[in-house]
């Protein structure tokens, strides 16, 4: 079941293990770092099924577009992949095939706070917690 306290516009306000998490992607040594200092924000718009996802940073924009339970294609740093998206528990579970294994992406809102968790294919688990903006 859908959560709509998960809609609305979020900064940054902390991350865990990111750069770890970039690096097991590929990332180069100066795109961590530079990302690992970045503030992005995270807009995130519930339209029934519909589901659209903005985030931007001073690195790059990115917007993702899809229906709950039915697959589409993602793209990162370059690379497309297939993913799909389903709510369980209240918490919305991406679940990515990429050329390095399956990344599953948790956004859930817990304290006021949104936390989206990304687990990768190799066990590394980084967290980005953002605050809801005014």
Do not use: Y
Request: with cysteine.
């Amino acid at each position: 079941m859908a959560d709509d306290s998960i809609s609305g516009k979020w900064k940054l306000d902390r991350s865990e293990n990111f750069e770890e998490f970039l690096e097991e992607m590929g990332a180069p040594w100066i795109a961590r770092k530079a990302a690992a200092k970045s503030s992005p924000t995270q807009e995130i718009v519930l339209n029934g099924d519909e589901i659209e996802v903005k985030i931007s940073s001073m690195m790059s924009n990115n917007v993702m577009k899809f229906t709950v339970g039915t697959e589409f294609e993602t793209e990162w740093s370059k690379q497309k992949s297939k993913a799909m998206a389903n709510w369980e528990d209240g918490k919305l579970v991406m679940k990515e095939n990429g050329a390095n294994g399956e990344i599953v992406t948790t956004r859930h809102v817990e304290g006021g706070e949104l936390f989206m968790i990304i687990t990768t294919p190799k066990g590394v688990v980084c967290k980005r917690i953002f605050k809801k903006c005014e």
